[in-house]
Nanobody
Framework: QLQLVESGGGLVQPGGSLRLSCAAS????????IGWFRQAPGKEREGVSC????????KYVDSVKGRFTISRDSAKNTVYLQMNSLKPEDTAVYYC????????????????????????WGQGTQVTVSS
């Protein structure tokens, strides 16, 4: 079974921080382009961030730029999304996605949304930013 499992979501006050984890089983993330998407109630799914297979390039949607950081830990076969200065509008279910192939890194470089058709999706983790 090839699976992505997100964790680290929860309830946090505005201005607080959370670190989301995306752990893989059945394959190594070293060879995959990884992205994070989110979907809030009543809103369309939005690409948040992505990282190339090598980890050498990252991409962020404008609304999170400067607040969120995506990174890899090859030893743990895990990709992280560090979220700082959280706002109520960040409230959503967050999903990690993975894809591989000749154009996967190129899609990430173009836009995060380009990874909408990624092969593997996690089950999602809820992030709620509220007082």
């Amino acid at each position: 079974q090839l699976q992505l499992v997100e964790s680290g979501g929860g309830l946090v006050q505005p201005g607080g921080s959370l670190r989301l984890s995306c752990a893989a089983s059945g394959f190594t993330l070293d060879y995959y382009t990884i992205g994070w998407f989110r979907q809030a109630p009543g809103k369309e799914r939005e690409g948040v961030s992505c990282i190339s297979s090598s980890g050498g390039s990252t991409k962020y949607v404008d609304s999170v730029k400067g607040r969120f950081t995506i990174s890899r830990d090859s030893a743990k076969n895990t990709v992280y999304l560090q979220m700082n200065s959280l706002k109520p509008e960040d409230t959503a279910v967050y999903y990690c996605v993975a894809d591989a192939g000749p154009w996967a890194d190129a899609l990430c470089q173009k836009t995060v949304a380009s990874m909408q058709r990624s092969r593997y999706w996690g089950q999602g983790t809820q992030v709620t930013v509220s007082s």
